[in-house]
């Protein structure tokens, strides 16, 4: 079975901040990791993906993530964010084995301060 | 190419009439999910699909609800009768499983239902 944890339903940041939103999963066999983002009113796409290549994934709009295996961690930052990061963001996992399914995280509401 | 295109996009409706959704899913993509979100309960993976296959329908809330893919282009989500709690919108995701790619998902834009 395979979960996903992420820490803190709600983060604030002012603009030209870090970004650190966190990821912790569980899995039984080597994982894919995913991260999304949802703006208002649209569908989920996806920011970034680990698929066992390198560790330190970049992404999209800036954002990157490192898969670490001993902390079952998959956190995702931003160096400096922007008012148009302010969007829903979810963690999620999957493996070769279940027809692509994922299962999700429970969403983090990212809100960016001028 | 189009991405995941659902329809309607809002669909208004009075509890206890027969609600359609439709999705068609990317092109090549051999695995199709259904998901539904509020603000309640959040995203919920209601049933997917393999190769047309329905793989697991563990999600769906009860048996008013039914989805079909008759074919790998097309997928309906039923809902007979409708009631307001099933108010949500209604996402459907393709992928494509190909070894080592990591087989993410694309959404389409979703189905905002409301049940009167």
């Known amino acids: 079975a395979q979960s996903v944890t992420q820490l803190g339903s709600h983060v604030s940041v002012s603009e030209g901040a870090l970004v650190l939103l966190r990821c912790n999963y569980s899995s039984s066999v080597p994982p894919y990791l995913f991260w999304y983002v949802q703006y208002p009113n649209q569908g989920l796409q996806l920011l970034l993906k680990?698929?066992?290549?390198?560790?330190l994934v970049k992404g999209i709009n800036g954002f990157e993530a490192e898969f670490k295996k001993s902390e079952t961690s998959f956190h995702l930052t931003k160096p400096s964010a922007h008012m148009s990061d302010a969007a829903e963001y979810f963690c999620?996992?999957?493996?070769?084995?279940?027809?692509?399914?994922?299962?999700f995280g429970d969403g983090t509401t990212l809100t960016v301060k001028p | 190419d189009a991405g995941v295109i659902q329809s309607p996009r809002h669909e208004v409706t009075e509890m206890g009439q027969e609600v359609t959704l439709r999705c068609k899913p990317i092109?090549?993509?051999?695995?199709l999910f259904w998901y539904r979100q509020t603000m309640m309960r959040g995203l919920e993976l209601l049933i997917y699909f393999n190769n047309n296959v329905p793989i697991d329908d563990s999600g769906m809330p009860e048996d008013r609800f039914s989805a079909k893919m008759p074919n790998a282009s097309f997928s309906t989500l039923k809902i007979q009768p409708s009631e307001p709690r099933d108010s949500a919108v209604y996402f459907c995701?393709?992928?494509?499983?190909?070894?080592?790619?990591?087989?993410?998902?694309?959404f389409g834009p979703g189905t905002r239902l409301t049940v009167l």
């Open positions: 995701a393709s992928s494509s499983q190909t070894s080592g790619r990591g087989n993410e998902q694309f």
């Open positions: 680990y698929t066992s290549a390198a560790t």
């Open positions: 092109s090549g993509h051999n695995s």
């Open positions: 999620a996992v999957s493996d070769v084995t279940n027809a692509g399914k994922s299962t």
